[in-house]
């Protein structure tokens, strides 16, 4: 990865079923990765405790609970200098990457210009959007949408969506990635799914811990503040094909 990058990485995990692991060996040496335990009285394992944002902020485990995605983000966010960052990426818990992944993703994205993008999924990830599975012929498609499961932004892009990450009204951020089209399309912004680095979602079936939470009411409440596309309005808008095999 080019020595000029900073890359901000935020991340909840439970302590007790997740692939935290992969997510430190990932990120935990070419990023500033931020780690929180979102299951109060669980140990936490060794590798993940210098990553802490309890430690590396100097607050109190409460200062996160009860721990939501979001929410979470928003609380580091608002202690440390996001400036400083020229990427941030938001990934979930349960998720596997393939070899380099930062480097590569961040080549990809900067060579295109790309403001908000995700990896594709492989085929046999749980997934909501099947426009977020990998194609095999791209190396990277140009969309209308980007979904809240790892995020990256650029740093002008999280300066302007920011106000748009309101966890006081949708914590686990249900809604958001139906926003982001009108405020990305707004700002001259292009958002993409990077094909050649894809990651897996096989850990967890996708709202396995989501509990008690009114999801569609959070994003009903949202969209009543925030336009949005509609879920079959998803779309690739172009690509950057693969070369052909000789």
Not at 102 to 118: G, K
Not at 171 to 184: E, N, R, S, T
Not at 186 to 204: K, L
């Amino acid at each position: 990865m080019k020595a000029e990058r900073r890359v901000l990485v935020i991340c909840s995990f439970f302590q007790s079923d997740s692939l935290v692991a992969d997510t430190i060996a990932t990120f935990g040496a070419v990023t500033d990765l931020y780690l929180v335990a979102i299951e109060p009285g669980v140990p936490v394992p060794e590798i993940a405790a210098p990553f802490l944002a309890t430690r590396k902020l100097g607050v109190a485990a409460e200062v996160f609970q009860p721990c939501k995605k979001w929410r979470t983000i928003e609380r580091i966010l608002d202690r440390i200098a996001v400036e400083q960052y020229d990427y941030a990426i938001f990934p979930d818990d349960d998720l596997e990457y393939c070899a380099d992944f930062v480097p590569r993703f961040l080549d990809v994205i900067e060579a295109h210009d790309v403001a908000l993008a995700q990896p594709a999924l492989t085929p046999d990830s749980y997934h909501t959007y099947d426009l977020c599975l990998r194609r095999d012929d791209a190396i990277v498609r140009f969309t209308n949408f980007v979904e809240i499961m790892i995020p990256c932004f650029r740093r002008d892009c999280l300066r302007r969506l920011r106000g748009t990450l309101a966890a006081a009204i949708s914590p686990m951020g249900y809604g958001f990635d139906l926003h982001w089209p009108y405020a990305c399309s707004d700002a001259g912004f292009t958002m993409a799914i990077v094909d050649d680095t894809p990651i897996s979602h096989r850990f967890r079936p996708t709202g396995t811990h989501y509990g008690g939470d009114d999801l569609h009411g959070q994003g009903y409440e949202y969209g009543r503040r925030f336009p949005r596309i509609l879920s079959h309005e998803v779309c690739e808008v172009g690509r950057v094909p693969k070369p052909a095999r000789r």
